[in-house]
């Protein structure tokens, strides 16, 4: 598998060079720009006066100008780097910020949440999207591309309170969202006006469709599986449906991406075969096909997962209609490349990782799988094919999943068996219903036997994920984990299919460094820490003693601690209660809860206030002095700007969690 000769590869290795540069360098594009002019020179120089036997001067420009590339396309989708992003806008406390609904999220016990676009201050045009929450309601209903104006200034998105929680300002980030707005209805003034592009009018349409089926005879979660299948909407799956898919190793069944572009795929190249027969029918079919693939991926929101899919089975497409044999590999690359070139954000998405991964891995092991057994029964042949997507795409994904998710379903082929065979004919007749139920000519007879299909799908998929024994949690791994376990992985396969002795050289040290990091990580690198997190309307510490954690004041079942746990690898856990007073290397620490009872000893560094203890703080330091004063998250918060405004005037440090997140005490010794 010699993939360096594909100048697909090459482009594709280099664009993420050149992203993974200006994400962790932030680097302005006019350094882009100049890069990219420097590279175009080079390669000119090297046209004209590179010799055969030479340097490889023009080679070497093509590679840098691609990596300044990709540093240039991630530097000009920054706020700070966008001339009219709203963040740049003046604005005073008058200023009115106008909204464009651009998609609904799932809500939370919150409220409801929405991707809005501000696309004005005042008069002036902006850019830059936002995260709009409508707290404390969820019945609240905005139309996708409806226009509204708020008084309020969006923020940025706070980082996690605590270690190893999951990063959720991250996550917004590689969508584009770097502020967020939270507001209560009254505080949102919907104009009655609504944007329109084709997008809106889509998401309209999908709206009222979806609007239309509730009204069908259809169970609530067999609609709620309809709508994710379909349509890619999954706001009304529940909790129970959701798990269950994922427990069983299905959920991407219901995440449309490439497996359900794949479907329609094949589904248009049926319906337009016919095409083959006419002189020009090849052309005409590849651009139906293609515009068919599109107008399915606009219809289900263009989300990231199905923009890459389409892309990449655009280019599968053109090779299949014009029979060009292209390698697989080659398509992979190609597709790669020109998703990052549009979206440099994709690279840091967890579903374009585990995507691109999954398909790689396909590409490359299912011809071997096919070669090591070649049943001559049919219906063995088919079970085996099935049986060896499914496991060379498990092994592609199976570090990504274990470092982003911590598990494992080890039943999931047997999932994939029992509905992947019936999927496009799942597909198939769910577009026939939409079709037949948006005319309102739906017949009774298709909506009973359609919704049997999906509640036996349910069904099948409850089963798998009762297996509780064959399903995998709470897995500890980490990203060193995670690359060690793929240059084993890709080591350990180079050699199986090659049998070449190099390959064996390779593995085996790969695989004693992976072993000895996970037996050796405990020792060598864990953590001695004492830490104050941040947990609303209670208070806690945790200290950490490498792969022992000792645990003051939390039950044992909450989030924070599972992700904790699982961040540092803990091995044993002790629960103590809360104690008022403790040291710290050389720190005297005392904590004040409810009962405000002041400590009989002068000798206080940090003053810890929990429980909103009724004091006057300002006579309190003037009485013992500490160096430091800690509020925890559950205090209320008038007190804590009254204690904040009290340190500031005594010039005392202060540390609220609630808006600096977790207190870690090596601060105060380092």
Known sequence: MKLWRYISVKLALSITVGILFGHYYSVPPIYGQIGI?????????????????????????????????????????????????????KANTQSNYQLQILEELKPTAFGKRFIAKVYAVDDTPTTGNILLQIKNDNKIEFTIGELLVTPYRPESVKPPFNPHQFNYKRYLQTIGVHHQLSVAPYDILPTGKVKSSIITWVAQRRQKIIAQLKTEAFGPQELAVVQALVLGQRNDLTENTYNAYKKAGAIHLLAVSGLHVGVVLLLLQFLLSPLKYWSKGRNLGLLLSILGLWCYALFTGLSPSIVRATTMFSFISYALWLNRPTNTFNILALSYFFMLLWQPNFLFQVGFQLSYAAVFAIAWLYPSLQRFWYPDNKILLKLWQLISVSIAAQIGVLPLSLFYFHQFPSLFFIANILIIPFLGLVLGLGFLVLFLSTLKLLPMWLVVFYNGVIKIMNTLITWVAQQEAFFFDSIAFDAWQMLLTYATLIGLLYWLTTRKEIAFKIFIPLALLLVSYTLFKPSFFSNNQVILPHQYKTSALIAQNKDSLTVYGLPKATSMLHTFVLGEDIKSIKHSTLPNAFSYESLAIVRIDSLALLPETKAIDVLWLSHSPKIHLEKVIDTYRPKYIISDGSNFPHLVQLWKASCTKKEIPFHHTGEMGAFYFKWLTD
């Open 37 to 89: 002019l420097l590279c175009l020179i080079t390669i000119g120089l090297g046209l004209k006066y590179q010799t055969r036997n030479g340097l490889p001067v023009t080679e070497f420009g093509a590679f840098a100008g691609v990596v300044m590339l990709g540093i240039l396309s991630y530097s000009l989708q920054l706020p700070q780097y966008q001339e009219h992003h709203f963040s740049k806008a």
